[in-house]
Each structure stands twice: as C-alpha cells, then as structure tokens.
C-alpha cells in the first residue's frame, strides 16, 4: 500500500504561483504512473494532470495546460505539481493519487491539499 500526503497548498492572488508536493511512503512511486486531480466546492472531482512511472510522458487538462508542470523524483518518492498564472477557476482541493501500470484506475489517493486563488 501507498500512503500520499499532499502540501504546498495556500491562498495566492489570481497570476501567482503555487508548488505542491505529494510525499509518498509505504512503497516506491517508482512502480507506478503518478496524478494530480481537484475538487472544487459543489464540483465533481477532475484529473488535472499525469505522469507515467518514469517521467517520460505528461499529460494535462486543455484548463492547466501551459500553466501547470507535472514532475516527479523517484529518489525522493515524491511527485510536484508547479501551478504557475494561477486563476480563481484553480481554486480547488488539490489530490494526487497512483495508478498501476497497464491500469486506468487510480487507486490510492492523499487527503489533499487546499489550493485558493483570489481575484
């Protein structure tokens, strides 16, 4: 089993920047492909971004997509989400979450972290 602890959560002004971090313990991440999804009050949670195992692939929402970087250090077992042009539409609960190989399910998640942006 993985256990994931988000931090890096925080309030910031509309165009600022966040890093997030997931920390994970219990086993290696290296074993698996690595997500980050959010949660907004009254929303259905949304994937916002991906990494496979070895971090040669990345994949993200059209909404993230040039603002926020996905990475990941194997060594360290942790996975960063850098959230850069933040806007008030970002504001939500940030959660990362592991995922099998040649599986489409997630299927240990952290407690996540909260993410507010003001306008």
């Known amino acids: 089993q993985v256990q994931l602890v988000e931090s890096g959560g925080g309030l910031v002004q509309a165009g600022g920047s966040l890093r997030l971090s997931c920390a994970a313990s219990?086993?290696?991440?290296?074993?698996?492909?690595m997500g980050w999804f959010r949660q907004a009050p009254g929303k259905e949670r949304e994937f916002v971004c991906s990494?496979?195992?070895?971090?040669?692939?990345?994949y993200y929402a059209d909404s993230v997509k040039g603002r926020f970087t996905i990475s990941r250090d194997n060594a360290k077992n942790t996975v960063y989400l850098q959230m850069n042009s933040l806007k008030p539409e970002d504001t939500a609960t940030y959660y990362c979450?592991?995922?099998?190989?040649?599986?489409?399910?997630?299927?240990?998640w952290g407690q996540g972290t909260q993410v507010t942006v003001n306008s």
């Open positions: 219990g086993r290696t991440i290296s074993a698996y492909h």
């Open positions: 979450a592991v995922r099998r190989l040649r599986q489409n399910e997630y299927i240990y």
């Open positions: 990494i496979t195992w070895n971090g040669d692939s990345t």
